[in-house]
């Protein structure tokens, strides 16, 4: 099983900007899937993530909260994090982070590689 992220990018403040991680792989389900960032000097954060039947459950970090919306579509194995209102301290690394099941009914916990968000005029 592996994550891929993408769709990191510089933007300008208050423009939005989606990203997608993708879990592939011989996966019987997924249980978790969140977001996390990590800024230059800071440690990596918690910035949104999904748990419960389907994705269900929510939760999100304070600074995100009513700007950021995470979402799953299920059938893809797709974690999907929309970012609007971006500010210069939205700046950082984000990477996507996956645990569950695989097809052997072992468990995974997976972080993907990352994909660099720059917001700055």
């Known amino acids: 099983v592996q994550l891929q992220a993408s769709g990191g990018g510089l933007v300008q403040p208050g423009n939005s900007l989606r990203l997608s991680c993708l879990a592939s792989g011989s996966i019987f389900s997924i249980n978790y899937m969140g977001w996390y960032r990590q800024a230059p000097g800071k440690k990596r954060e918690l910035v949104a993530d999904t748990s419960g039947s389907g994705g269900s459950i929510t939760n999100y970090a304070d600074s995100v909260k009513g700007r950021f919306a995470i979402s799953r579509d299920n059938a893809k194995n797709t974690v999907y994090l929309q970012m609007d209102s971006l500010k210069p301290e939205d700046t950082a690394v984000y990477y996507c982070?996956?645990?569950?099941?695989?097809?052997?009914?072992?468990?995974?916990?997976?972080w993907g590689q990352g994909t660099l968000v720059t917001v700055s005029s």
């Open positions: 982070n996956a645990g569950g099941r695989n097809s052997d009914f072992t468990y995974f916990v997976l």
